[in-house]
């Protein structure tokens, strides 16, 4: 295994350990129901006490596994696998020393607010670092790679509309008080992963120079529903004549572009760099309105004919 291999699965697991933590310090002895896997469990357990949260986490977690292998195939479910199975043995054994410690009923008499904070920012830290290294933390995330493939609905719009359904099934249990500080907390957490994972929320200009330009662009402008621009250009090493494709996407939307590359050409040169002052179809409502219309006239303009 190559040293940066090496790294990068250290920090999937360190990411791993952290949000184990905060699941367990924070969510499961208060019972506060937020989005993912592990509120999906503590609704669950709250519905059916006898069987506890890591045992429905496991059965969340391991369900979605198996129906994800026929769907995105061998290498999605072996990618997926190992943080399907350690986050909730991670999460078993942090219960178990928390218990152990007597910390757990103290931290069962946290206020809300702390619960959001600080809950927030661990788990936030914990997926950035899994993502950034080009892991996962498993769970409901894969539901939204479903949904990608096979209606290409966006996993924000997929992942806010199961989160959101979580959070108001925990909002009819344990009232609507967590369930408002619940949406606080998905707030949070978006936005402390977005800084870890690319330093900040924003635009992203990526530049790749592939050798499968019509795949990468294929992709991006169906998949990730984005334009991009192609530009002939030369190697000023071996002065190889080849195109390079510049997209600019949301910052959340570079991760999927980078896995969805590595899918198509692991050795396309790839580099990305922060993008302000971004105007234009698809970042500009004005603009958008403006397609709109234009659309509408060369529809006009068809009947006519």
Request: hydrophobic share 50%; aromatic share 10%.
């Amino acid at each position: 295994m190559k040293r940066d291999e090496v790294f990068k699965f250290l920090e999937i697991n360190l990411g791993l350990v952290i949000c184990s933590i905060g699941i367990s310090c924070f969510f499961w002895p208060t019972g506060f129901i937020t989005g993912g896997a592990s509120g999906l469990s503590i609704l669950l357990e709250q519905l059916i006490p006898k069987i506890s949260n890591v045992v429905f986490l496991y059965i969340i977690n391991i369900s979605l596994l198996v129906i994800s292998l026929p769907i995105l195939g061998k290498n999605y479910f072996l990618k997926t696998l190992y943080a399907t199975l350690m986050l909730p043995t991670f999460v078993a054994l942090a219960e178990f020393i928390i218990k152990a410690t007597g910390l757990y009923d103290t931290l069962a008499g946290l206020e809300s607010w702390l619960i959001v904070c600080f809950g927030a920012v661990i788990m936030g830290v914990g997926q950035g670092m899994s993502l950034r290294a080009n892991g996962s933390t498993g769970g409901l995330d894969v539901i939204g790679s479903i949904a990608f493939k096979c209606l290409h609905l966006p996993y924000s719009i997929s992942n806010s509309v199961i989160n959101g359904l979580i959070i108001i099934a925990g909002m009819i249990v344990t009232g609507v008080e967590k369930g408002l500080m619940a949406v606080v907390f998905m707030v949070l957490v978006g936005f402390i992963l977005d800084t870890v994972v690319f330093g900040g929320v924003g635009k992203r200009a990526v530049f790749i120079k592939s050798d499968k330009t019509e795949e990468v662009r294929n992709m991006i402008t169906s998949l990730l529903h984005r334009g991009c621009t192609i530009i002939n250009c030369e190697g000023g090493y071996y002065h190889i004549e080849g195109q390079m494709l510049i997209c600019v996407c949301l910052a959340k939307e570079y991760v999927m572009l980078r896995g969805l590359l590595d899918q198509i050409d692991p050795n396309a040169f790839t580099f990305m760099t922060k993008a302000s002052e971004v105007r234009g179809f698809g970042f500009s409502k004005d603009v958008l309105k403006r397609k709109e219309e234009i659309q509408a006239l060369k529809e006009e303009e068809n009947d006519f004919k």
